[in-house]
């Protein structure tokens, strides 16, 4: 019963993708272009800026082995506020006609992020750690959250199209109204990802940076 369960969800997913697959190409596009442009930008970066995170890193890393214990509660409240924060900003923005280059900012922006990081730590601490720091640090929650993001800018693409395409008042009201569902939705696996986030990669990290 469970197997068939998740079957059917993964045709849910599977059956959405396929059927919005413009929208998700042209998300997908500009969250790429974000961290190839935060790949680039820490290549090109200054020898004394690169200096200078180099050593916020290893403070950060000396200070985090220092904890001996860590408020896991407080910091499940933190990441769930700020990832609950973000989801309703990109809700909002998809919400309205205008708002929909903020969410494509928001997407940019967040593919710069990823890039900037994984190039970043890789460049300090080398090819094997590094990748070893971003899969523990990064990869496990990302897994879940990131697509969360680019399936909720989709979404208020898709409602922006369906507007400009019939701007009548009742489509309106139920196009708005399938946005939200489906943002609340997203906003739960965002939920998870911050659960992931705080009692398996920072508990992982932990025990990384042991042996760093």
């Given at each position: 019963?469970?197997?068939?369960?998740?079957?059917?969800?993964?045709?849910?997913?599977?059956?959405?993708?396929?059927?919005n697959k413009k929208e998700y190409?042209?998300?997908?596009?500009?969250?790429?272009?974000?961290?190839?442009?935060?790949?680039?930008?820490?290549?090109?970066?200054?020898?004394?800026?690169?200096?200078?995170?180099?050593?916020?890193?290893?403070?950060?890393?000396?200070?985090?082995?220092?904890?001996?214990?860590?408020?896991?509660?407080?910091?499940?409240?933190?990441?769930?506020?700020?990832?609950?924060?973000?989801?309703?900003?990109?809700?909002?923005?998809?919400?309205?006609?205008i708002g929909i280059p903020v969410?494509?900012?928001?997407?940019?922006?967040?593919?710069?992020?990823?890039?900037?990081?994984?190039?970043?730590?890789?460049?300090?601490?080398?090819?094997?750690?590094?990748?070893?720091?971003?899969?523990?640090?990064?990869?496990?929650?990302?897994?879940?959250?990131?697509?969360?993001?680019?399936?909720?800018?989709?979404?208020?693409?898709?409602?922006?199209?369906?507007?400009?395409?019939?701007?009548?008042?009742?489509?309106?009201?139920?196009e708005i109204l399938r946005h939200?569902?489906?943002?609340?939705?997203?906003?739960?696996?965002?939920?998870?990802?911050?659960?992931?986030?705080?009692?398996?990669?920072?508990?992982?990290?932990?025990?990384?940076?042991?042996?760093?």
């Open positions: 019963m469970k197997d068939k369960k998740e079957i059917k969800v993964l045709k849910v997913i599977k059956q959405h993708i396929i059927n190409a042209i998300v997908f596009l500009i969250f790429i272009i974000g961290i190839f442009s935060g790949v680039f930008f820490i290549n090109h970066m200054q020898e004394q800026a690169r200096t200078e995170i180099t050593n916020y890193l290893n403070q950060f890393i000396e200070k985090f082995k220092s904890l001996e214990n860590i408020n896991h509660i407080e910091l499940l409240k933190n990441s769930m506020i700020q990832n609950g924060i973000l989801a309703l900003i990109i809700w909002f923005f998809g919400t309205t006609v969410v494509f900012g928001i997407i940019l922006y967040r593919g710069f992020c990823l890039g900037y990081t994984i190039s970043l730590c890789i460049t300090i601490m080398g090819l094997g750690k590094g990748l070893s720091f971003v899969f523990i640090t990064l990869f496990l929650q990302n897994l879940l959250l990131i697509p969360a993001i680019l399936a909720l800018a989709v979404s208020g693409l898709k409602l922006y199209k369906s507007i400009v395409k019939d701007k009548r008042k009742e489509n309106i009201k139920l939200t569902m489906f943002s609340f939705i997203m906003l739960i696996v965002i939920m998870i990802s911050s659960a992931i986030e705080i009692f398996m990669s920072i508990n992982g990290l932990k025990l990384f940076i042991k042996y760093f």
